[in-house]
């Protein structure tokens, strides 16, 4: 079964940092780009970072470039978001998310985890 | 960044009509250079992840009933359900994937008259 399970969510305060991970298993992991996208409580989707298959690019959403980091592990078929200098306003489900085919950037997300919750607040 | 925009925001359909979500973006979504629009539709219901129904705007995801339907092309978006469900209760976004960031629509929430 094709499956990704994040852990990593904590509650933090104001100017912390969190690492979320996020293992996958039941598809060849090392030849997919894989997103985080977050939800904060009773909004709407929000992505916020991808990474190559090979883990040699990125990309980031504006408001989080310079504080996360997105990074793998292929041979342990495993994704990372490193988050320093939380905001409030970062507090969300973040969901792990696969592109619908292999090598190739510009695709619809067709495999999410079930998220983990970070909350930022003093 | 391109802007992702639905209506209606909310939705109430009688069991069995037809329910028809829009979606429109800032700028065109259709490459010229494959002919494909960059959109996709996904399904939230509550407490769950959201699931993606319909990519390059028409296609439909594998165990997607065949009621559910999505069409549009360039910047001009619908998600159709032919006869509703009761299982079809959720929130459906729209999203681009034409480029970073790539953006979603703020949700149409889809209830049972």
Do not use: H
């Not at chain 1, 991808?50 to 997105?70: A, Q």
């Not at chain 1, 200098?85 to 510009?106: I, N, P, Q, W």
């Amino acid at each position: 079964e094709v499956q990704l399970v994040e852990s990593g969510g904590a509650l933090v305060q104001p100017g912390g940092s969190l690492r979320l991970s996020c293992a996958a298993s039941g598809f060849t992991f090392s030849v997919y780009w894989m997103s985080w996208v977050r939800q904060a409580p009773g909004k709407g989707l929000e992505w916020v970072a991808d990474i190559k298959e090979d883990g040699s690019d990125n990309y980031y959403l504006d408001s989080v470039k310079g504080r996360f980091t997105v990074s793998r592990d292929n041979a342990e078929s495993s994704l990372y978001l490193q988050m320093n200098s939380l905001r409030v306003e970062d507090g969300a489900v973040y969901y792990c998310v696969r592109k619908t085919s292999a090598y190739d950037r510009l695709l619809a997300f067709d495999i999410w985890g079930q998220g983990t919750m970070v909350t930022v607040s003093s | 960044d391109i802007v992702m925009t639905q209506f209606p925001d909310s939705l109430a359909v009688s069991l069995g009509e037809r329910a028809t979500i829009n979606c429109k973006s800032s700028q065109s979504v259709l490459y010229s250079y494959n002919n494909k629009n960059y959109l996709a539709w996904y399904q939230q219901k509550p407490g769950q992840p959201p699931k993606l129904v319909i990519y390059w705007s028409s296609t439909r995801e594998s165990g997607v009933p065949d009621r559910i339907s999505g069409s549009g092309s360039g910047s001009d978006f619908t998600l159709t359900i032919s006869s509703l469900q009761a299982e079809d209760v959720a929130v459906y976004y729209c999203q681009q994937y034409y480029s970073s960031p790539y953006t979603f629509g703020q949700g149409t929430k889809l209830e049972i008259k």
